[in-house]
């Protein structure tokens, strides 16, 4: 069962600031980088998801930056599932650059269709979290 | 009739590269502002246009940047119709800090409908414009 | 004493998602215009303040996203202090879209210079921080 | 001699906008990662150069769109030199989906010191490139 996956990601000079490091607002993006390979990893499809009408948007975020990143970089970001209810999945994110730890993070996501209703996930997209959803919330 | 429309824009950190300077690429998105505040000046509404299923798309552009803009700058961007035709708008540029012009560009977009088939600009959300094609094309 | 102040920002197409909505890493961006316009209207100059050497750099951020934003919405910032030590500043921020919050967050900002060094945050640029620090602090 | 490369890019969900499509100005930062890359294969490095003093600075742009790139699209971005003269580089790009050519682009770009003054682009980054120089401006 997957829960955890790594990626690897070069800093963009476009993603630098005039501080010379990454931007901080984009390692928000760095993070749905690492939610859709996770996804990928396990077998589903986020983007096949939306076009059933299912969306993943985000609740909440939070994130502590240890140590700056630079252009050209290469980055590890580590994705791993927290927790997971019905209708919300909680990720932790950690980004490094070798051994040393940069950044941490934790989001909450909720399912929802086109109107913005809460929404079960479904199963067909993502057959290990509701196997590990019993694991966790009994 | 208006075909020109000055807005002004402070460039924003995140907007900064490692360079110090306004990365090039957030340039094509102040010309977005730029169209979208024309029109609005017009008397037209974009985000109207595309709930009627009409979209506005980039179909080419070229631009030169003379000189670089920095961190909190307050930049004033002209933009002008060029040229008009039955389905597409061609846009003219500049960039200037003060008296520094910074940056000129050429824009030409096409309206299409959801399905990307061409499509007459519509009227009802630019009279000017037609107003104008007849004095351009004949 | 000023120590909240409130911007209007305009969303920006570019800024959009396939989702329709503002996506969320934008508000970051969104958020350090506050920081910089709340500076500004107390009468300091964040890009004065780097050129002597002296940066704010984001620690932690935490973000709730209650209702999402769509282009063209006009938005309303508060930005607020809420915490002023020596060397760090945290603040609050509320985004508005009419009478509906759409998203609330905090930020812990240090201030270093350019070897990454903490240092105290310069009175010549806050003198109402340091004010509501001794409010705060004691 | 090599003078053309060629990187995949995934289009990311942060990069799309509200019509469901990668936004235009998302495509001059793939091209910046283009360059980045064939200047890496040709064993050169740009961070490198930039701490060194010299910076490749964008002069002027042009772009064709032919056809949009949606999320999660696997781009193909084929970088070419085009020309080469003792200050400047011209690169070609073109961005394919499978054999679908979606966008075309130029750019120029000029080598500067912090300052700004035009230098020579040096030769111990771009050891081809000279070569390739005398075959091409002779």
Known sequence: MLDQHEIQIRVRYAETDAMGFLHHANYFVYFELGRTELLRAQGGNYREMEEQGLFMVVVSLECKFRSPARYDDLLTLRTRIAKVSAAKLEHAYQV????????????VLACVDRGGNVQRIPAAFQPELLDQQSRIDT
């Open 96 to 107: 490094y650059r070798g051994e040393t730890l940069l950044t941490e993070a934790r989001s």
